[in-house]
């Protein structure tokens, strides 16, 4: 079975600073990558995706993640963060791209941004 | 397109009434998924529908849940009755079948208080 940890909760900030946050994931198989995130008082939404191919991927916004097979590991990264990336953000996996399993969410990670 | 639109945005009852979510999906998708996310769980999945037929329920916490889709556009998510600890963020997510997990569209949610 899948499963996803993301390993802090919480990460604080300040503004133009470099962020990590963690993801590692559990599977038996190939997998898909995701992460999502979440505004304040907003829905989640889809940020970057690992499908195939380079395991280096990125955002419109200046977010990257790379997949690491052998860590199963997709971390998140800024190298200088903005007020405006304060949101949760949501590490899935999936082994389908198909609606036969469905994506399997971590915890989340809250990262506050400190002017 | 409007995105996935849920109603109510804020949901107040007390303890035994009867609560309903409504979710109208993307136009032409057809998958539909309902999590909760509460800060000790995080995001749940509770069940998903694929051409409107619930696929995997068993994350649905107990009895007194149950969704439905009426129509390809539209779902409920019911709670009957609600108790306090039901109190949570409910989102609904659409996408495209054979797409499904390539990306989720969520909508705001419904913040549900069980007094």
Do not use: H, K, Q, V
């Given at each position: 079975a899948q499963s996803v940890t993301q390993l802090d909760s919480q990460v604080p900030v300040f503004e133009e600073a470099p962020v990590e946050l963690r993801c590692n994931y559990s599977s038996s198989v190939s997998v898909y990558l995701f992460w999502y995130v979440q505004y304040p008082n907003q829905g989640l939404q889809l940020l970057l995706k690992y499908l195939s191919g380079s395991t280096l991927v990125k955002s419109i916004n200046g977010f990257e993640a790379e997949f690491n097979k052998s860590q199963t590991s997709f971390h998140l990264r800024k190298p200088s963060v903005h007020i405006s990336d304060t949101a949760e953000y949501f590490c899935a996996v999936s082994e389908?791209?198909?609606?036969?399993t469905p994506l399997v969410f971590g915890k989340g990670t809250r990262l506050s941004v400190i002017a | 397109d409007a995105g996935v639109i849920q109603s109510p945005r804020h949901e107040v009852t007390e303890m035994g009434q009867e609560v309903t979510l409504r979710c109208k999906l993307i136009s032409g998708h057809n998958s539909l998924f309902w999590y909760r996310q509460t800060m000790m769980r995080g995001l749940e999945l509770l069940i998903y529908f694929n051409n409107n037929v619930?696929?995997?329920?068993?994350?649905?916490?107990?009895?007194r849940f149950s969704a439905k889709m009426?129509?390809?556009?539209f779902s409920t998510l019911k709670i009957q009755p609600s108790e306090p600890r039901d109190s949570a963020v409910y989102f609904c997510a659409s996408s495209l079948l054979g797409?499904?997990?390539?990306k989720l569209f969520f909508g705001s949610g419904t913040q549900l208080s069980v007094l």
């Open positions: 389908t791209l198909s609606g036969n | 619930p696929i995997d329920d068993s994350g649905m916490p107990e009895d009426p129509n390809a556009s797409l499904t997990n390539e």
